[in-house]
């Protein structure tokens, strides 16, 4: 009886420790999901900062572009209308003038 007891105690004991080991196996496999969640989000994060740079890098270029074509029409349309006043001016002064008098 002593002997049947004492079995029951160590198969209790090898029972708890088994126990005890897949609690720790399962937290050293949660540790080790968590850790490779965190690199695979940092991994995101790292890719999509890459594509925010690249993308502003682009969006600044075509920015810049699209400034320097609209004032390189300004420019074209402001030497336009200077030639057009040397031309006409006193033209468009005897027109105004006419028109004021009659």
């Known amino acids: 009886m002593q002997d049947m ?5 160590e198969a209790d004991n090898e029972g708890k420790a088994l ?13 080790h999901i968590e850790e490779e969640a965190k690199t695979i989000y940092q991994k995101y994060m790292d890719d999509a ?3 925010i740079n690249r993308n502003s890098a682009y ?3 075509r920015t810049e572009r699209s400034l320097n ?8 349309a402001l030497i336009k209308l200077k030639s057009d ?5 006193d033209k468009w ?6 028109r004021v008098i009659s």
């Open 5 to 9: 007891i004492k079995r029951i105690i």
């Open 19 to 31: 126990e005890e080991a897949n609690k720790k196996a399962a937290e050293e496999e949660k540790q």
């Open 49 to 51: 900062q890459e594509e």
């Open 59 to 61: 969006l600044e270029k």
């Open 69 to 76: 074509e609209a004032a390189a029409k300004q420019e074209s």
């Open 85 to 89: 006043y040397e031309q006409n001016r």
């Open 93 to 98: 002064v005897d027109e105004i003038v006419a």
